[in-house]
């Protein structure tokens, strides 16, 4: 089965510029996370999608970052303008949900993407 | 906001001893799971605990549960070499969030 697939792997940007990164989750799987990891730090999530709708996206830089999930399957996320403390590692992952009553937090396993290195200098 | 705590932040054993990480939460989950994260490579899921057990096992690792507490323990026996790694806690707290802590970073010596 094939796992979850981001790119690009790397990225070097300037501040100020644009940035977007790209993720295809698992087939079949309806949540989709982008997390940001800091170096040293746990994973933050920023937005969930289940399907092409937003679930929760609560902790998302609004003024900068964007995101979105066209027809449910691939998710891009956007920086634009990116400042130098938005260099950390970008992680995409997706889950089958399960549970009742809307809750579509990660009861089951969530399988996660090698991440996108960004740097801003 | 950082839901789990995890504890100690940096553990060093020998290869063949038992690890064990510690994590603390502050509110009611639904579950708790924990992940590893080698160096470069994303996250790997290793076991889920819901908040209604209290134990749960998977080859090498035993995971408890103490919801009176509001703490979990991740325990490897007879470590390896291939274990060394950052392993996360994360909390489900029923919502749509499910929020890691900080993790903790262990290193096995041959």
């Known amino acids: 089965e094939a796992g979850v697939a981001q790119s690009p792997r790397y990225k070097i940007i300037e501040k100020r510029q644009s940035v977007a990164f790209w993720c295809n989750p698992i087939?079949?799987?309806?949540?989709l996370y982008w997390y940001q990891q800091i170096l040293g730090q746990g994973p933050k999530l920023l937005i969930q999608?289940?399907?092409?709708?937003?679930?929760?996206d609560s902790q998302l830089p609004k003024d900068r970052f964007s995101a979105e999930r066209l027809k449910g399957v691939d998710s891009t996320l956007k920086i634009q303008p990116a400042k130098l403390e938005d260099s950390a590692v970008y992680l995409c992952?997706?889950?089958?949900?399960?549970?009742?009553?809307?809750?579509?937090?990660?009861?089951?396993?969530?399988?996660f993407g090698q991440g996108t290195r960004l740097t801003v200098v | 906001s950082q839901q789990g705590e995890e504890d100690p932040q940096a553990l060093s054993i020998q290869e063949g001893e038992n690890a064990t990480m510690n994590c603390s939460y502050k509110t009611s989950i639904n579950n708790l799971q924990w992940y590893r994260q080698n160096s470069g490579r994303g996250l790997v899921h290793l076991i889920l605990?819901?908040?209604?057990?209290r134990e749960k096992h998977s080859g090498r690792l035993r995971v408890t549960l103490d919801t009176s507490k509001k703490s979990s323990s991740l325990l490897i026996t007879a470590s390896r070499a291939a274990d060394t790694a950052s392993y996360f806690c994360a909390t489900n707290t029923g919502g749509f969030k499910t929020i890691f802590g900080a993790g903790t970073r262990l290193f096995v010596k041959a």
């Open positions: 087939s079949g799987h309806a949540t």
């Open positions: 999608f289940q399907n092409n709708g937003v679930v929760d």
């Open positions: 605990i819901r908040s209604n057990e």
């Open positions: 992952a997706s889950s089958f949900p399960s549970g009742t009553g809307g809750n579509f937090g990660m009861n089951t396993e969530a399988f």
